[in-house]
C-alpha cells in the first residue's frame, strides 16, 4: 500500500480530491503515509482518527496534504463543519472512511477501494478516476503490489 501511495503522490497536485474505502486494517492510513511521502510534505503521516483532520505542509514547493478520517462524522453537515472545501484547491485532500460523505467536494475524484485478500498481507484495489482531471490514462500505469 504504500508503494502505491507513493506513486499516486507523484501523480497528485493541489486540487485533488482522494477518497479511500476499505475496513479496519485494509491500508487506508498506509496508503496516506505513502502518499505524504511521494508529495514530499513533512511527516510522519499518521492516522487523524481523533483528531479528525490533519494538515501536512510541504517540505519543498509542492502541495500540502489534508489527510482526513471521517469515520466518526455522522453526516455531511460535520463534514461541511470541516471546511474542507477552503483548502481543497490549494492542497491534495485524502479522506480515510468518505464514501457517501465528501463525493459533492469536487467533480474531480480518486475512488480508491481496498480490501485484505483473506488473512495474508495483500491487498485488493480498485481505483476509479472521476470527472475530467482523470479522463486520460494518467493512472494505468500504477498497479498495486
Same mark, same amino acid.
Given at each position: 500500500?504504500?508503494?502505491?501511495?507513493?506513486?499516486?503522490?507523484?501523480?497528485?497536485?493541489?486540487?485533488?480530491?482522494?477518497?479511500?474505502?476499505?475496513?479496519?486494517?485494509?491500508?487506508?492510513?498506509?496508503?496516506?503515509?505513502?502518499?505524504? /511521502?511521494?508529495?514530499?510534505?513533512?511527516?510522519?503521516?499518521?492516522?487523524?482518527?481523533?483528531?479528525?483532520?490533519?494538515?501536512?505542509?510541504?517540505?519543498?514547493?509542492?502541495?500540502?496534504?489534508?489527510?482526513?478520517?471521517?469515520?466518526?462524522?455522522?453526516?455531511?453537515?460535520?463534514?461541511?463543519?470541516?471546511?474542507?472545501?477552503?483548502?481543497?484547491?490549494?492542497?491534495?485532500?485524502?479522506?480515510?472512511?468518505? /464514501?457517501?460523505?465528501?463525493?459533492?467536494?469536487? /467533480?474531480?475524484?480518486?475512488?480508491?477501494?481496498?480490501?485484505?485478500?483473506?488473512?495474508? /498481507?495483500?491487498?485488493?484495489?480498485?481505483?476509479?478516476?472521476?470527472?475530467?482531471?482523470?479522463?486520460?490514462?494518467?493512472?494505468?500505469?500504477?498497479?498495486?503490489?
Amino acid at each position: 500500500m504504500h508503494s502505491l501511495g507513493l506513486a499516486l503522490g507523484g501523480l497528485l497536485r493541489a486540487g485533488d480530491l482522494v477518497v479511500l474505502t476499505g475496513g479496519l486494517g485494509a491500508g487506508k492510513t498506509t496508503l496516506t503515509r505513502g502518499i505524504g /511521502e511521494g508529495l514530499g510534505v513533512r511527516g510522519p503521516v499518521t492516522s487523524p482518527t481523533f483528531v479528525i483532520a490533519r494538515v501536512h505542509p510541504p517540505l519543498a514547493g509542492g502541495p500540502p496534504l489534508v489527510h482526513v478520517d471521517a469515520y466518526r462524522l455522522g453526516g455531511f453537515a460535520e463534514v461541511d463543519d470541516l471546511d474542507l472545501d477552503a483548502d481543497l484547491a490549494a492542497a491534495v485532500t485524502v479522506v480515510e472512511w468518505g /464514501e457517501g460523505l465528501v463525493e459533492g467536494l469536487a /467533480e474531480d475524484r480518486l475512488e480508491v477501494r481496498m480490501s485484505r485478500v483473506g488473512d495474508t /498481507e495483500s491487498r485488493d484495489v480498485t481505483i476509479t478516476g472521476v470527472g475530467g482531471r482523470w479522463a486520460g490514462s494518467e493512472l494505468n500505469g500504477i498497479v498495486p503490489d
